[in-house]
């Protein structure tokens, strides 16, 4: 008798504890709810919200040193020990500098054929980009990362964010240690790894571990000595997530340094900036706002853009230009599994000629497609209007927008069957990327190989 | 996959005539990369130009694994300061990676 009485009461006090959670969770819920009208309160509520989400966390950054000249050097020995140096497409400017070449003063995105003849003088060693090999190689090191944990985030083609939380603080060093010897021994590409409680903190401090090569590839936040004074010294663009144009933002109202940054009131950068520009303010005192995305977003848009080898006038020239563009477009639509019913087409000048001129134009599709002759027939009329003869063009260029799975496909009640256009055909490519000094495919073609001798 | 071990597999569906007597003996054919490829991730090819030596001759894909660490009296090859070169390995430091396999084509 007595047992069960106690089981009932048990069972009510549990039922009114749950209900006053329940209360307290529609109360907090109201208000932010009521402040996201307002607004005014808004940094507030976040700023509850996320100060219950001090957790303790590991996250790493596992980041490719110079990834592209890494890459160019496991194959060619030649550039070991000399200053190397990866053009962009079409070998406009430098886009990966090795150590030797910083140290000389190349700086990043420095126009090539201003530096060509210091090149020539100081030994360089220039290759053009070549995306084929680095995406292999991007690959071999990103799954040897996912082999020794668990939540990985790739983030670029150099970059990943790995949470290391359930590695033992006493370990977590041989460890660090251990995978950035794997990486380099199966790989051949070094990498260095920077250690925090969160995203914001582990990229500053993997930026602070560049920048002294004392620290051997590995730094981790909570060894770093004097870290809030060091902060001073930092600038705010360096931090992730401050892209140029919050920095200026930032710089008129008299903030520099990253110590500086993170004395503003949250009002006040949450009004300059966003709420992302608050989180990342939140990170950066030790907070943990961005979680590890493991599953890529769904894209938002695909773009198949890239500028001409040499300036354009001829119209089947640019239709052919545009006309591949779409054919590698519709393939990276087909790779995701998604179709657009939307494109943006734009026809770009010179910019490095003074040639402002910029011209786009929205296209929607009759019906969801992936088809490249389909996307062609209704693309082509359209950039017929905007060529002019005139004029000349360094770019264009298609992006694809309003993306969806093919599950989901819409059909128009009223389509009328679209008049098929012909692709461009032998039509000589004046258009095509130079790459004159171009390394070959050596993991993804049977052909380039590299050649062993005695 | 090829279409045929698809079809062998889904053999049960088609109930025309007597059910194959393979039916329940259905096995992956043979892949030569589950042998020569067993790490693709560390697997590099390369392709050897030159005169005959220690049992390589010219023109033979060189199969190497980055994750095998080579012992004594391996074939290697070694990264040089202009270009690759084919060795035993007497404790080299600037070791490239072990060769795993020489594919000959007759």
Known sequence: MGKSFLDIKQTINHVKTSKCINRWVHYLLGIYQYSKLFGIFDYRVYRFIFLRKKMNKKIGIVDCNNFYVSCERVFNPVSIGRPTVVLSNNDGCVIARSQEAKDLGIKMGEPFFQKRDFMEEHRFCVYSSNYNLYGDMSDRVMTTIKKYATEVEVYSIDEAFVDFSNIPDEELEDRLHFIRNEVKRLTGIPVSIGIGPNKTLAKLTSHIAKRHPQYNGICSYWSLPNFRNTLYTISASDVWGIGRKWSKKLRAIGVDSVGQFIMQSDMVVKKLMNVNGLKTKMELTGMYCFPIQKISKLKRNIASTRSFGQDIDSFDQVAEAMYSYITSGAKKLRDNGISPNKATIFLTGNRHKGDEHHTFKQISFQTQTRDVEEIWSQVYPQLKNMFRTTRKYKKCGIIFNNLMPESIQQTSLFTQPIQLIQPPVNVEKKWEMKQDFISQKYTTSWEDIPSVFV | ?106
């Open chain 2, 1 to 106: 996959m090829s279409t045929i071990q698809k079809d062998m597999l889904f053999i049960k569906s088609r109930t025309t005539g007597f059910a194959s007597p393979a039916e329940s003996y259905v096995d992956k054919r043979l892949d030569l990369n589950e042998l020569i490829a067993i790490n693709p991730l560390t697997t590099f090819y390369f392709r050897y130009k030159g005169p005959d030596t220690l049992g390589v001759k010219n023109g033979n894909i060189l199969v190497i694994d980055k994750s095998v660490d080579p012992v004594e009296d391996d074939l290697v090859v070694l990264s040089d300061t202009s270009c690759f070169k084919i060795r035993k390995f007497e404790d080299q430091s600037n070791v490239w990676g072990k060769v795993s396999w020489i594919l000959n084509k007759l």
